[in-house]
Structures are given as structure tokens and as C-alpha cells.
């Protein structure tokens, strides 16, 4: 409903056309006014949309009025009233953008002409206000989605011509105005397909810093901080646990974080997104959420919720597969747990390696119990932790030559295989690293390296992508609604699945459908 301010000095004047309008049911909300600066006052204070003002009135007339009107800017559709008609009103009244001019005293046929075709002309302005908004909006979300697309393909080491990177949405990147700092923010239980945008809010409330934000999937979004220079590692501590704190008290969500090191060139995003996923292992040994750094050795990397035995398990999978590599780098983690932790006894220490080096010994059918024996002495014989290390890593490197091992290939595709036909045939299911890992018998973090290792991308990735193609098929063969489409791809919210749809194909799914042959 529009706003008309009625001015007036004769209170029966003023009155007399509010009546008017409430008789013939114009929807227009009245104020009144006894004068020009009561009436400048109203317009300080309200959104007033059509003005009708008397010539004549003490302290300041109505032409005054109108002028003061136009002198501030108001866009504002002004009516002059008056007995007056004096050709120098007139004049006066088009230099300050009147729309109307009525006569006193007021015919009702007249009158409503002249405030119909000011709401008219109301209606016209919003409608033009809107039109303007839309093609900001709209201009606005295509920049921003060419943004988004093209950091996400960076993070999947998509070569982007440099052209696209002169892009006005991505020219600070390549101008390097920024320093940047990626968080990825991992959830355990599927929450951004449904609460992605109550995740950004959450993030604009509670973070003074520029940043722009990539959703990876249900459960993973990427920020990217900008800042004039790389900001420093206790700093970025504190922002830390200001979002997985304000995630916690405002969603009731608990997250995980890690930081990246910082970059300054977009070819450097891949390298470190990479960094932030291996370093994302360490999900598997904890059993509360925290915050972790890409850059910081272990001994730096929260240990205090890591628990022993996921780690072992590890170990042993890595053995039971042949992958002394995955071996190594387990022990490792083993070892910087046990010198992290320090509340195992040297005993306690040395019968968890004599374990290990049983398992590594006993896989190979030719070594006599004398060799394990002395294995194990020399295992006792250490008078270190560092020593201890040193001599499990040469266990296992003697292992690997001795034996010509190596992972055993046939046996981990067979294992991918059999993980990807899972995935073929349940996309429609609510699938998880940790449900997958239950059925293949293995440990969700063994799972995660030994997927990446052998395909080149993380499971969920894969499983995003087994989505995406069977979108593409549904939307090509069939002609299923877009509704029913993402149900049955096993996404929970149609934005979601379009705005995943978009990220992988460049188009939203109603659009690929119009152009499929």
C-alpha cells in the first residue's frame, strides 16, 4: 500500500480529501499535516510516496515545500491544490517537479483522475526499482557463481585459462591483492545440503574477514579468506574456534577445520588443497572434532583426542594390503602419538611395536621362529623412542626388499571395484565413508587413503560424480520432473542438487535439459 501526506492549514481542507479517499476505496495510507514544516518533519520520518499540499499556508507554503522536496532528492509524486492560479504558480510549480496541479474547490471526478494517475505512476517506479534489482541480482549471482565454479575446478586441478582468470570475478585473485587462507570446515553427519545458508549467515555474523565460500559437498564447504597479508597462525587459531564454536551454540553442529598454508597465486590452491586432505585423516582417530593446521607436523595436530587403537588398526590394514608405504606413514603417526602423549610406559611401548613387527614378520612363510626372535630382541634392546622408530622402519624396509612386495594391486582393484559398484548401484542410498568401510571390512581412514590413492579422488567426490552422470542420463532419456530427479539420486533438497547440477555441468538442470537433443 502506497503513502499519500495530505497538507493542508484548514483542518476540514485536510480532512475533507482523506475522506475522499477512504469513501472511494483508494488503498492509500493517509498522514496529515498542517503546514510545510510539519510536513518536512513527516517526511523525515516516513516513506511518504505521493504528496498533496496546499499553495498557501503560514511558515511555509506549499511551493516552498515542494522545492524543499526536490532539493533532498525524495522521489516523492507531487499534487499542487489551491484556489490560486496565477500563472507565476505555475511556473514555479514546474521547476520543482509537481505532477499535478488541482483546483480548489475540489471536483471528485478530477480529483480521482489525478491520484489514480499518480499511484499509476507509483506502480510504474516499483516496478522499474524491481526490474533494476533483478538485473543487479541476477548480474550479481552470475558473478558469483563463476567464482564458485572456478575455485572448485582449481581445488580439482582444473586448468583454467588465464583469460578466465581475468575475469572481473576472479581479477583479484591473478592481481594478487589477497593473501589467502583456505578453512575446509568437515561435518560428519550430511548438513549443507539443507543448511548451507544458515552456514554463510553464521559466517557473516561471526567473521570480520573478506571470504568467499565453495560448498564441496554434504558434508565438506571450503572458505577462502582474504587478507593483504598472511595472517598470522594464532590469529587464524582464534578464528578458528570462534566459527566451530558459533557452529555448535547456533546449529547444534559440530565441525572440524583445517587451515591451509597461505597462498597468493591460484595455481597454488590445488597443492594446498591436497595438503588439507591428507591432513583431514586425522578425523579417523578422533572422537570429538578440532582444529588442525595442513602446515604443522604432527606432534602439533591436536593429539589429545586421538585415541591408539584406530591408529593401530591402520597399521595392521596397511600391512594385511602389503603397503609399506601406508605402513610407514602410520607408524609414523604411531610414534609421534606415543612421544606426544607420554603416559606409556618404555614396556608398554615395546610390546605394541613387538606386535607389529609379529604381523610383519609372520606374513612371510619363509622367516624361521630364530628370526622373529631376534627381531624381538632387538626391539627390547632399544634405549629410546627415537631408536624404537628407527628400528621398526628398518624392520619394514627389510621386509619390503626381502620379500619383493609391493601393495598388492590386483587385490586393491578388485577392493575399488567392488567400493564403485557399491556406489553404481546405491547412489540413491544415503551413502558414507564410514558405511562403505563397514561392508569392505576395512577402517573408514584406510578406505579414504587406499580410494585416493588408487583412483586419483576422494570417495565422496566419486560419489558425487556417479550423481551427476546419472543426472545427465536421467535428464537426457527421460522425462521425469527435476522433483523427482534428485530424490532419486539420493539428494535430500532440490536447491542442493541444482546447485551441484550447475557446479559439474555449468548449467542448471532445467537449462541442460532445454539444449539436450
Known amino acids: 500500500m502506497y503513502r499519500i501526506l495530505i497538507v493542508d492549514d484548514e483542518r476540514i481542507e485536510r480532512e ?17 499535516a498542517a503546514n510545510g514544516e510539519i510536513a518536512l518533519e513527516i517526511l523525515g520520518k516516513h516513506r511518504i510516496d505521493i504528496l498533496i499540499t496546499d499553495i498557501k499556508m503560514p511558515f511555509m507554503d506549499g511551493l516552498e515545500l515542494s ?34 496541479y488541482l483546483l480548489k474547490p475540489v ?97 557473516h555474523d561471526n567473521l570480520s574477514y573478506a571470504f568467499d565460500y565453495v560448498n564441496l ?74 582444529l588442525l593446521f595442513a602446515d604443522e607436523p604432527f606432534e602439533q595436530a591436536g593429539f589429545d583426542e586421538i585415541e591408539l587403537n584406530p591408529i593401530l588398526d591402520k597399521v595392521y590394514q596397511c600391512l594385511e594390503y602389503n603397503d609399506f608405504t601406508g605402513a610407514k606413514y602410520s607408524i609414523e603417526l604411531l610414534f609421534t602419538y606415543l612421544r606426544t602423549k607420554g603416559q606409556f610406559s618404555s614396556l608398554y611401548t615395546k610390546f605394541i611395536c613387538s606386535e607389529i613387527m609379529k604381523k610383519v614378520v609372520t606374513r612371510e612363510k619363509n622367516h624361521e621362529p630364530v628370526e622373529m626372535n631376534h627381531y624381538l630382541d632387538q626391539i627390547h634392546k632399544t634405549v629410546s623412542l627415537q631408536d624404537l622408530k628407527d628400528h621398526m622402519f628398518a624392520i619394514l624396509s627389510l621386509m619390503e626388499t626381502v620379500s619383493g ?39 573408514p581412514s ?41 530424490k532419486k539420486l539420493g539428494y535430500r533438497s532440490s536447491t542442493y542438487f541444482i546447485q551441484t547440477f550447475r557446479n559439474y555441468h555449468g548449467v542448471t538442470p532445467a537449462k541442460f535439459r532445454e539444449g539436450s537433443p
Not at 408 to 435: C, F, M, P
Request: proline share 2%; with cysteine; hydrophobic share 40%.
Open 16 to 32: 475533507g480529501i482523506q475522506q475522499l479517499i477512504q469513501d472511494h476505496h483508494l488503498e492509500l495510507e493517509t498522514l496529515l
Open 67 to 100: 522545492e524543499k522536496v526536490s532539493s533532498l532528492g525524495l522521489d516523492i509524486e507531487m499534487i499542487i491544490f489551491s484556489a490560486y492560479h496565477e500563472f507565476e504558480y505555475a511556473r514555479r510549480a514546474l521547476r520543482t517537479n509537481i505532477s499535478n
Open 107 to 203: 471536483h471528485i471526478p478530477e480529483f480521482l483522475s489525478v491520484i489514480n494517475e499518480a499511484i499509476r505512476a507509483c506502480e510504474d517506479k516499483a516496478a522499474e526499482k524491481l526490474r533494476n534489482e533483478q538485473l543487479v541480482e541476477g548480474y550479481n549471482r552470475g558473478l558469483l557463481y563463476e567464482k564458485e565454479k572456478m575455485l572448485l575446478d582449481s581445488l580439482n586441478g582444473v586448468k583454467i585459462n588465464t583469460e578466465a582468470w581475468m575475469s572481473p570475478e576472479l581479477l583479484e585473485y591473478v592481481q594478487h591483492k589477497h593473501w589467502l587462507h583456505m578453512i575446509l570446515v568437515d561435518c560428519r553427519r550430511k548438513f549443507f545440503d539443507i543448511h548451507n545458508d544458515e552456514f554463510i549467515r553464521l559466517l
Open 217 to 290: 559437498s554434504e558434508h565438506q564447504s571450503m572458505l577462502f579468506v582474504k587478507h593483504p597479508r598472511p595472517i598470522p597462525k594464532e590469529t587464524l587459531r582464534l578464528l578458528g574456534d570462534q566459527i566451530i564454536r558459533a557452529a555448535a551454540g547456533s546449529l547444534e553442529l559440530n565441525v572440524g577445520l583445517v587451515i591451509g598454508r597461505a597462498v597468493n597465486q591460484p595455481e597454488q590452491l590445488y597443492d594446498a588443497y591436497t595438503e588439507m586432505e591428507q591432513m583431514l585423516e586425522f578425523k579417523f582417530f578422533m572422537d570429538e572434532y578440532t
Open 405 to 443: 612386495a609391493s601393495p598388492k594391486k590386483a587385490a586393491n582393484l578388485k577392493l575399488i571395484r567392488t567400493i564403485t559398484d557399491v556406489i553404481d548401484k546405491e547412489y540413491d542410498q544415503d551413502l558414507s565413508l564410514e558405511g562403505i568401510a563397514e561392508r569392505v571390512y576395512l577402517t
Open 446 to 486: 584406510y578406505l579414504s587413503y587406499l580410494f585416493k590413492k588408487e583412483t586419483g579422488q576422494s570417495l565422496i567426490r566419486y560419489i558425487t560424480q556417479v550423481r551427476m552422470d546419472k543426472a545427465v542420463e536421467l535428464l537426457s532419456t527421460t522425462n521425469m520432473k527435476i522433483v523427482d530427479i534428485y
